[in-house]
């Protein structure tokens, strides 16, 4: 397993950006792909974005396509979420998570072994 710490969370207006970074310990980085999910009080948390062990293979939720990008760099095992063109429904904790689940499971909450403390995300109107 690894370990995760987010960072990059904050305060900001509609409209904005926000990039989220996860950075991993462990020597096995490489070998997981990486999620990002988000989660808002008295809410399931819900997927945001996937990627893949190599970079090769993302996803991303409907409601994220085209204003988020997911990355990664496995020389400095850190996995990053560029958040552009924020809105106010995107408040929420964001949380990385790793797994080695099969592609077809990687929206899956239960599919990933590791999670961070979190990081708050706040778009005002």
């Known amino acids: 397993q690894v370990q995760l710490i987010e960072s990059g969370g904050g305060l900001v207006q509609a409209g904005d950006s926000l990039r989220l970074s996860c950075a991993a310990s462990g020597r096995d980085f490489r070998r997981y792909s990486m999620g990002w999910f988000r989660q808002v009080p008295g809410k399931d948390r819900e997927f945001v974005a996937v990627v893949s062990w190599n970079g090769g293979d993302r996803d991303y939720a409907d409601s994220v396509k085209g204003r988020f990008t997911i990355s990664r760099d496995n020389a400095k095992n850190t996995v990053y979420l560029q958040m552009n063109s924020l809105k106010p429904a995107d408040t929420a904790v964001y949380y990385c998570?790793?797994?080695?689940?099969?592609?077809?499971?990687?929206?899956?909450?239960?599919?990933?072994?590791?999670w961070g403390q979190g990081t708050q995300v706040t778009v005002s109107s």
């Open positions: 998570a790793s797994t080695r689940t099969v592609w077809s499971n990687r929206a899956s909450v239960p599919s990933y072994n590791s």
